[in-house]
């Protein structure tokens, strides 16, 4: 989805241009690079977070069953 973001901004905004008279592009456009910014950091943390709920610990050659 990522890779065809652009367009859909861009498909989003001429239609914003015909029905309102609007040109919306850069605040679309801002609004899509925080929405990807905020989600990618919160999935990672998210992935973070569940690793140490299942004891996860780098230095041990084993993992205990809960991380795996």
Do not use: C
């Not at 605040?27 to 709920?53: E, P």
Request: charged share 15%.
């Amino acid at each position: 989805m990522t890779g065809t973001l652009n367009a859909v901004i861009a498909d989003t905004a001429q239609y914003t241009f015909l029905k309102e008279g609007k040109r919306l592009e850069g605040t679309m456009y801002s609004s899509a690079s925080v929405g990807i910014k905020v989600g990618g950091g919160l999935g990672s943390a998210i992935g973070g977070w569940l690793l140490t709920l299942g004891g996860y610990n780098g230095k041990l050659q084993v993992q205990p069953d809960g991380a795996l």
